[in-house]
C-alpha cells in the first residue's frame, strides 16, 4: 500500500511533533525529540510504581509505535542507510517490540528501552553536530 511508503520522518512529524512545530527541524532533530519526549514519559511513569501502569502502557505504546515507524521506514528498498545500520535498527524494533510485551506482562522492567532509546539519542545528536 502507498500508506506505509511514507517515511519515519513524515511518520514522526505528524503523529509526536506539536501542531505549530517550527518547519526548520532536521529529520535527525525530529526524531531525537520524538525520543526525548517518549522516554522522559517512560522514566516517569516508571518511577512513579505500580499506580502509574496506565501511564506507563500509554508510554510504551508511543515508544513501541515510533519504533515500528523505523522499522518500517528501513524495511523499505529505497531507503539510502547502509543496509548493516538498516538491520541493526530493524533488530532493535524486534527487541522492543518483544521487551514491550515483558514489560506489560510484568515480566520486565522498562530499563532496557530507556537505555536503547537513550542511546538512540546519543547517536543522533552526535550525528547532528556532524552534520
Do not use: C
Not at 511513569?45 to 515508544?63: D, I, M, S, T, V
Request: net charge positive.
Amino acid at each position: 500500500m502507498e500508506g506505509q511508503n511514507v517515511n519515519a520522518l513524515q511518520m514522526a512529524q505528524s503523529a509526536y511533533s506539536a501542531p505549530n512545530q517550527n518547519k526548520t527541524r532536521s529529520p535527525r532533530a525530529t526524531e531525537y525529540a520524538a525520543f526525548v519526549r517518549i522516554t522522559s514519559q517512560i522514566k516517569q511513569a516508571h518511577e512513579a510504581g505500580r499506580r502509574a501502569f496506565p501511564a506507563l502502557a500509554a508510554a510504551l505504546h508511543k515508544n513501541r509505535k515510533l519504533w515500528r515507524t523505523l522499522a518500517i521506514d528501513v524495511a523499505d528498498k529505497d531507503n539510502v542507510l547502509p543496509a548493516e545500520l538498516r538491520a541493526r535498527i530493524f533488530y532493535l524494533y524486534e527487541f522492543t517490540d518483544y521487551h514491550t510485551d515483558e514489560v506489560l506482562a510484568g515480566r520486565a522492567k522498562p530499563t532496557a528501552l530507556i537505555e536503547i532509546n537513550t542511546a538512540i539519542m546519543r547517536g543522533l545528536a552526535e550525528r547532528e553536530r556532524v552534520s
